[in-house]
């Protein structure tokens, strides 16, 4: 802390007729800062503004001070600011002022009630981004199971071309968000238009590619997913993927607009998008499939057509915020590095886990149609639940730097805010479960009257439950290390759990276990995640525990 000498005062007044009035020894005023250096509290900022005039105007917080005026100087009491200030004139009009910690961050003084009730608000919104995508392909589910058992198992490898591999893609998402917010800090529109402009040509190139892929490569694809023994949904799955296919330039395109608006703390927008699109997509699916019979097909229409709408809207979202979201620009090698080497470690996680989800489709694949259509609701299902606990790792990653590295650093709030995010996951767990049961258990009509599919659906009711009732709280562990930047980690950890859980699965289906021994490696491959997460953060040398944090280590961090 800086402050400008001071020449001696050459007249003393009272701006407050209230406060007392004693005569302090000369060092009084370098002990009140000595003091004020010592307490709990820290400085949050420091203003210095100089003006040529008359007077001279000093101001200081001395936080817990009392209100005092002395000869020469004068206290004025901190506010709910903690603010004080000293008066002197001079010819020279020096202000100094310094700002403590007066406004409440979040967690401080709350209890785990008021938390929770904070953190539901926060994640109201967020809410909504997460369901819609499941949800499309839940109608697609529920509409096309009403018709045929072979066209609701070709459903299965279709989605792992379609939505699976699009998480692939999702390095976009986190460079997006972190390269605009990053940019915002900063206060340069200008850079903010480049990096939406550099990112929005990487999210086309990506989706054009993969359009090639899916016209020329698609029929491959699928055929060698299936394998020989269901080779007769193959055609089926390609005309899906064809369809869907045709929507890859616009969904990649809308995710960076989508994650760019999220980095201006817009929710609402991307979450209207998605709204409309969501209810396009059901329309359609009902209107071309249940009344025009066009099966298979009208459903991959409906969603496909509703994609290209969100992405469009999603753009126009941004051109409303001022930004020209239609501006292409071809990032140098440089920047192309630096996208990759941000978003490399959330690449391989990704990676991980859609190869795991791939496995278990692989698998399921090859014990027969009835199975492999069980398959397709129980994890249409599944993702439909799963996405519920997505919010709670934004959350962490919103609120979580502040505490772990921030000018008010404070490890003992962190550690409170992840047990709220903990206790909020179990409960969300505990219900989505009990509600993710009942609708397959008692409603199973609702996506097939097939009595074969239904029973093996039934048959994997137990590892569904196991496994969805740990998730919520192992996306909180893993968002509080996303924010306490433990990439190497998450990455290390999610490829170790994917190589283990992949001979898991191996090994049950060489066994014969059937899909009800495939869901219980799935079991194994959440409850793996959460365990290592849950180890790492209550570590003694965690991120939340260690205290010898330097100053170059928080040089080198940036916002999550």
């Known amino acids: 802390m800086q402050f400008k000498t001071l020449a001696r005062p050459s007249q003393i007044h009272l701006q407050n007729p209230s406060l007392r009035r004693f005569s302090p020894p000369p060092f009084f005023f370098n002990q009140c800062l000595k003091a004020h250096s010592h307490t ?4 949050q900022s420091l203003r210095i503004s100089s003006v040529m005039n008359r007077g001279s105007r000093f101001a200081i917080g001395c936080i817990g001070s009392s209100e005092v005026v002395g000869d020469g100087v004068e206290f ?7 603010v004080g200030s000293v008066s002197l004139l001079e010819e020279d009009e020096v202000e100094v002022e310094v700002v403590g910690v007066g406004k409440q961050e979040f967690g401080v003084n709350q209890s785990i009630w008021e938390q929770m009730k904070e953190i539901m608000m926060f994640t109201g919104p967020a ?3 997460w369901i819609c995508g499941p949800l499309m392909s839940l109608i697609d589910t529920a509409v096309i199971g009403q018709g045929s058992s072979v066209e609701l198992a070709a459903l299965g490898p279709g989605t792992v071309v379609c939505d699976y591999m699009s998480y692939v893609f999702m390095f976009l998402s986190i460079a997006t968000s972190n390269m605009v917010a990053t940019s915002l800090a900063r206060q340069d529109k200008n850079e903010v238009q480049h990096q939406i402009s550099t990112l929005l040509f990487v999210g086309f190139t990506c989706g054009v590619l993969m359009l090639l892929f899916t016209k020329f490569l698609g029929a491959w694809a699928l055929t060698v997913f299936t394998g020989p023994k269901n080779a007769h949904i193959v055609p089926a799955a390609n005309v899906y993927v064809q369809i869907r296919g045709l929507a890859w330039p616009a969904v990649l395109v809308g995710w960076v607009a989508q994650s760019a608006s999220l980095g201006m703390k817009d929710s609402w927008g991307p979450l209207k998008a998605l709204a409309v699109a969501s209810a396009i997509n059901g329309i359609g699916d009902i209107v071309l499939c249940s009344f025009l019979g066009y099966g298979i097909a009208g459903a991959a229409w409906a969603t496909m057509v509703s994609q290209v709408i969100a992405g469009y809207m999603m753009i126009e979202a941004l051109n409303k915020k001022g930004y020209n979201a239609f501006a292409f620009s071809v990032p140098s090698l440089d920047e192309f590095v630096q996208i990759l080497g941000l978003a490399a470690p959330v690449f391989v996680t990704m990676m991980s886990k859609v190869a795991f989800y791939s496995f278990l489709i692989y698998f399921a694949t090859s014990m027969g149609t009835h199975t492999l259509a069980a398959h397709q609701v129980m994890s249409q299902l599944y993702s439909m639940c799963t996405v519920w606990g997505e919010p709670l790792s934004q959350t962490a990653q919103s609120f979580m730097p502040e505490l772990i590295y921030g000018v008010n650093r404070n490890l003992a709030k962190a ?12 409960l969300v767990g505990l219900t989505l479960g009990t509600i993710a049961i009942a609708i397959p258990w008692l409603f199973p009509n609702i996506f097939t009257h097939d009595g074969e599919v239904i029973h093996e659906m039934h048959k994997v009711l137990i590892p569904y439950f196991l496994a969805l009732v740990v998730t919520p709280s192992t996306h909180s562990l893993e968002g509080t290390l996303l924010a306490g930047r433990e990439l190497r980690f998450i990455s290390l950890s999610m490829s170790g759990c994917f190589s283990l859980g992949g001979l898991l699965l191996l090994f049950v289906y060489s066994r014969g276990y059937g899909l009800s021994g495939c869901w219980f490696g799935l079991v194994a491959f959440q409850w ?17 525990y260690s205290e010898d944090l330097n100053q170059s280590d928080l040089g080198k961090l940036k916002a999550v």
């Open 415 to 426: 550690r409170m805010l992840l047990k709220s995010l903990l206790i909020m996951g179990a």
């Open 127 to 129: 809410t909504g981004l």
């Open 40 to 43: 709990s509290l820290s400085l």
């Open 76 to 82: 004025v009491a901190g506010n709910e600011e903690n």
């Open 528 to 544: 793996a995640r959460f365990f290592l997460a849950l180890q790492r953060l209550f570590s003694p040398n965690g991120i939340l």
